[in-house]
């Protein structure tokens, strides 16, 4: 009942969202037989929130990576946090198995996870499935990925004093290079109605809001809300905060009247200081081309072409 009260609520708040929508956005999908990206980009695919709430509601993750299977020369995925749902009849470990079965069905080796707030509720399980750290960086050339995980069980994004120190000290310290930031919930501030609801930010939002006055991050991507493209609320750039672009990547999981299962494609071009976002429609199989984002980098990309050199929080808040 109190899911269904939330929905509700997002439902009124965002609205106004739905009818500044144009119709042709909500339709218009490119459709190609195959995508072949070009083998000398950086190719990212982006996801979250695939949580099934039942054995049924794997089909949305399933139908994803089927798509994403026929596509070619995808480097890696980050997937934005809640891989299973918490409270569903089925053991944990159980739901990670069948996730990362599905997911190397897809073909694209490397995976990058952060928690979200369904994985932090056994937080154990997820560091067991994952194998990775709740917080660490990918340094591809002179871009790099900073992932922040959830820490905790509540409804936001809880994310330690430690954890943003290290990311402050990443940011200050690369000044030079592109930096991207992940996190599962969004930023209070970031521009979207959905603030408004402040149990669901990033809790001491201030915090980072504090660092992007003063410096320069090109993109934050997080997932949570499970909102579609369609409803017109995937992107702000706030120039109060540097230009940063906040992205919602929408989710996996089917949840509204105009939900498909949906991801991002992010593409950087050696030598361009362009990066390109595309919103996939997997059940569609097309891209959403008038929803197509192109946002400015600070310098012209550079990559050698080999996997990311990473960073790891090791809890104390310097970058090592």
Known sequence: MIAVFRRLVYVIFLLPGLWCTSAPALKEVQKPASVVFNSDDLVLWIFSDIQPRNKNDR???EIAADDIAKMKNIDAAICAGDIVHWGTGYRVEESYNWFY????????????????????????????????????????GNLIIILLSDESDSSATDISDGAFLWWKNLVESNRDKNIITVTHSH??????????VSYRNVRGSE????????????LWLFGH????????????????LNDTVFMNVSAIQED?????????????????????????????????????????????????????????????????
Do not use: W
């Open 256 to 320: 509204y009247l105009f939900s498909s299962t949906e991801s991002r494609i992010i593409t950087l071009k050696q030598g361009s200081d362009k990066m390109t976002v595309k919103i996939r429609d997997h059940r569609d199989a097309g891209f959403k081309s008038l929803l197509e984002q192109t946002i400015k980098l600070k310098t012209k990309f550079k990559y050698d072409g080999k996997g990311p050199v990473k960073i790891v929080y090791h809890g104390d808040g310097s970058v090592k």
């Open 225 to 240: 809300t499970h909102m579609p493209s369609s409803f017109g609320l995937s992107k702000r750039q706030i120039g109060s």
């Open 59 to 61: 089909r949305f993750f």
């Open 207 to 218: 915090r980072f809001t504090d660092v992007l006055a003063k410096e320069k991050v090109e």
């Open 101 to 140: 079965k599905v997911y190397k069905s897809t073909g694209i080796r490397d995976l990058y996870e952060i928690a979200g707030n369904h994985d932090a509720r056994n937080i154990g399980a997820y560091l067991k499935a994952t194998g990775k750290p709740l917080h660490y960086a990918l340094q591809y």
């Open 187 to 196: 930023l209070g501030g970031s521009g979207f109605l959905y603030n408004i």
